[in-house]
Antibody, heavy 115, light 112 residues
Framework: QVQLVQSGAEVKKPGASVKVSCKAS????????IHWVRQAPGHGLEWMGR????????TYAQKFQGRVIMTTDTSSNTIYMEVSRLRFDDTAIYYCARENWFDPWGQGTLVTVSS | DIVMTQTPLSLSVTPGQPASISCKSS???????????LYWYLQKPGQPPQLLIY???NRFSGVPDRFSGSGSGTDFTLKLSRVEADDVGLYSC?????????FGQGTKLEIK
C-alpha cells in the first residue's frame, strides 16, 4: 500500500539544525510531489513547502526561505527536510504528505527545541 | 497568499446530531480547468490528518456518507449529518489553487 514513513522524534537546542526523513513506498516515487506541513502544539496546520522528487526542485513558504532545505534521494525513495537555526517556536510535529490531495500523510515527527 | 477562515473554531455536538463547519477563502478557488481546489481533513487525536473531501464535494475512499462537502467560489461547508463519537478531532480546510498552499485555523469538534 502507499505509505510514507518518517524518522523518529528529535530534541535539539536553539540554533542547531534538524533533518527529518520521509521514506515513500507503494507507488512511483518520482510521480508525485511531496509536501511538508507542521503543527505547533495547540495550533493548526502550516504548509512549509514542497519538493519534486524527480527534479529535486523545491518551493518554500516565504516564512521558511533560507532556513529550510528539502532534498530527495531517488535511490532510497526518501525525502529529507532540514531546518536550520532552530528556535523555540519551531517545536512542532512535522508531517510529509503526498500530492495530489495530500494523501497519504506520514505519521509525523516531533521536533522539540529546548535548552 | 490566500487566507482561509474557518468558523466556528470549536464545536460541541451531541451524538446523532448534525454539525456544520464553514470555510471562507480570501479569493475564489476556481481554477481555469474548471476544478475548485478546496479540501477537508480530519486530524483525530494523536494521528496525522486524513483526507475527507477533495475538490469541494468528493468524498475520499472509505469516508462515510455522513460527511458531505459543498460550496463554490469562496464559501465552503463541511457537514456531518449525524455526529458519532469517532468524529472527534480537528477539522481543517485547505486550498491548493496556488502556492503557498494554506489551511484554515482548524475547528475542534468534541462530543457532548
Amino acid at each position: 500500500q502507499v505509505q510514507l514513513v518518517q524518522s523518529g522524534a528529535e530534541v535539539k537546542k536553539p540554533g542547531a539544525s534538524v533533518k527529518v526523513s520521509c521514506k515513500a513506498s507503494g507507488y512511483k516515487f518520482t510521480g508525485y510531489f511531496i509536501h511538508w506541513v507542521r503543527q505547533a502544539p495547540g495550533h493548526g496546520l502550516e504548509w512549509m513547502g514542497r519538493i519534486n522528487p524527480k527534479s529535486g526542485g523545491a518551493t518554500y513558504a516565504q516564512k521558511f526561505q533560507g532556513r529550510v532545505i528539502m532534498t530527495t534521494d531517488t535511490s532510497s525513495n526518501t525525502i529529507y527536510m532540514e531546518v536550520s537555526r532552530l528556535r523555540f517556536d519551531d517545536t512542532a510535529i512535522y508531517y510529509c504528505a503526498r500530492e495530489n490531495w495530500f494523501d497519504p500523510w506520514g505519521q509525523g515527527t516531533l521536533v522539540t527545541v529546548s535548552s | 497568499d490566500i487566507v482561509m477562515t474557518q468558523t466556528p473554531l470549536s464545536l460541541s455536538v451531541t451524538p446523532g446530531q448534525p454539525a456544520s463547519i464553514s470555510c471562507k477563502s480570501s479569493q475564489s478557488l476556481l481554477h481555469s480547468d474548471g476544478k475548485t481546489y478546496l479540501y477537508w481533513y480530519l486530524q483525530k487525536p494523536g494521528q496525522p490528518p486524513q483526507l475527507l473531501i477533495y475538490e469541494v464535494s468528493n468524498r475520499f475512499s472509505g469516508v462515510p456518507d455522513r460527511f458531505s462537502g459543498s460550496g463554490s467560489g469562496t464559501d465552503f461547508t463541511l457537514k456531518l449529518s449525524r455526529v458519532e463519537a469517532d468524529d472527534v478531532g480537528l477539522y481543517s480546510c485547505m486550498q491548493s489553487l496556488q502556492l503557498p498552499y494554506t489551511f484554515g485555523q482548524g475547528t475542534k469538534l468534541e462530543i457532548k
